[in-house]
Structures are given as structure tokens and as C-alpha cells.
């Protein structure tokens, strides 16, 4: 079945360096987009999401772009910051819903 | 608003018990999603509700599993009988409406021996 994979399960970043999160999802019929960040013992905390009549939307030192010719989607954290070091997960709404297996983001003070 | 509520948090039972999680969803969101975490399968989808109505229940295991919404403020996913490899944290979700952000509890860590 079509579904939404992670690139990199684990990533790991220097304290103030820009962190990049990588997602392929296969269902063209998807048109919204979400990231969640979920931190140990928690649910998922929404981050920042994007429709499919865009390429790029920025929030507070997120910005997710998103490629509908290759069906990629990243998210970039500017100056990543020990709070930042969590799960990351994409979520691909449409028809159906699905959530990649999340990368796990570790900050190195 | 409290957010998503669910009870218990922690549950630990043993193989053919029945288990009951239970779902607060946020005030005014008129859609709330089921949802289960393991270490293998990541965040699945069991179960979502539109207005109260199941809409998509394709994510239910087996027929082990069942979940209700009786009403607006209330829902529930029930195992009976429960197995070890149910074992898993459950996560309720809510939104405006299908298609908007969903916002989660903090999720029933469910233990069966």
C-alpha cells in the first residue's frame, strides 16, 4: 500500500547548526502535510504543516518545503537548540492517513 | 481547553483481559482519531471518527479490537480480549475537522503480560 517513509532515522546535530529532516510519501492524492516533533513519554506536538498548492511556508526557525515532483518533503530547523532533540515525524492527509516512522534528532550541546 | 484527555495513562493487564482506553477530545473538534505506537510500526492509524460517526476503522487489528463515540465528548477503544503483542502506547487525536491539525493526548502506555 502507498505509505510515508523516512529518509534518516537518526540525525545528530551540533548545537546552533541547521538540522534537516528528510520524507518520501508515494500518494499523489495527498494534499496536506504535517510535521509533529514528539519528545519522549508524549504525544505528538504539531510543528508546522503545508498544503499541496504550496512549495515552502516558514514558521519560527521551521520551514517546510515540499516537493510535489519527486512527493519529498523536509523539514529545516535553524539554529537547533538542546530542545529541539525529539522525534520528528511527517504526516501525509488525504484519502487516507499516514505517518512516517520518524527520525530521532539529537542536539549536541 | 485541558487539550486531549485519556485515561489511564499507564495500564497494565494480563492476556485475555479485557482493556478499556478512554478520550476527551478537545471542545468544538468534530473529528477524533485512534491511534497505536510501537517501536516497529511507528504511529498507525486505527480508527477515526467524524461528528461521532466511524469512519474509516481499516486500521482495527482484528476483531479483538472495538472503539465507540457515543457522543461528542467521549470515546473509547476497547480490547477484549487483550494480548501481549497489543502492547503498545494508544493515542487519541482530535481536529476540527478531518483534515486540519490534529492534536494528541499523551497517550495510554498499555502493558499486556
Known amino acids: 500500500g502507498e505509505s510515508v517513509g523516512l529518509h534518516l532515522p537518526t540525525l545528530s546535530v551540533q548545537e546552533g547548526d541547521n538540522s534537516i529532516i528528510n520524507c518520501a510519501y508515494s500518494n499523489s492524492a495527498s494534499d496536506y502535510f504535517i510535521w509533529y516533533k514528539q519528545e519522549s513519554g508524549k504525544g505528538p506536538q504539531f510543528i508546522i504543516d503545508i498544503r499541496s498548492n504550496m512549495d515552502k511556508r516558514q514558521g519560527q526557525r521551521v520551514t517546510v518545503l515540499l516537493n510535489k515532483t519527486v512527493k519529498h518533503l523536509s523539514l529545516q530547523i535553524a539554529a537547533t537548540q538542546p530542545g529541539d532533540s525529539a522525534v520528528y515525524f511527517c504526516a501525509e492527509i488525504g484519502n487516507q492517513f499516514y505517518f512516517g516512522t520518524g527520525t530521532s534528532l539529537t542536539v549536541i550541546p | 481547553d485541558a487539550g486531549v484527555i485519556q485515561s489511564p495513562r499507564h495500564e497494565v493487564t494480563e492476556m485475555g483481559q479485557e482493556v478499556t482506553l478512554r478520550c476527551k477530545p478537545i471542545?468544538?473538534?468534530?473529528?477524533l482519531f485512534w491511534y497505536r505506537q510501537t517501536m516497529m510500526r511507528g504511529l498507525e492509524l486505527l480508527i477515526y471518527f467524524n461528528n461521532n460517526v466511524p469512519i474509516d476503522d481499516s486500521g482495527m487489528p482484528e476483531d479483538r479490537f472495538s472503539a465507540k463515540m457515543p457522543n461528542a465528548s467521549f470515546s473509547t477503544l476497547k480490547i477484549q480480549p487483550s494480548e501481549p503483542r497489543d502492547s503498545a502506547v494508544y493515542f487519541c487525536?482530535?481536529?476540527?475537522?478531518?483534515?486540519?491539525?490534529?492534536?494528541f493526548g499523551p497517550g495510554t502506555r498499555l502493558t499486556v503480560l
Open positions: 487525536a482530535s481536529s476540527l475537522s478531518a483534515n486540519n491539525e490534529q492534536f
Open positions: 471542545s468544538g473538534h468534530n473529528s
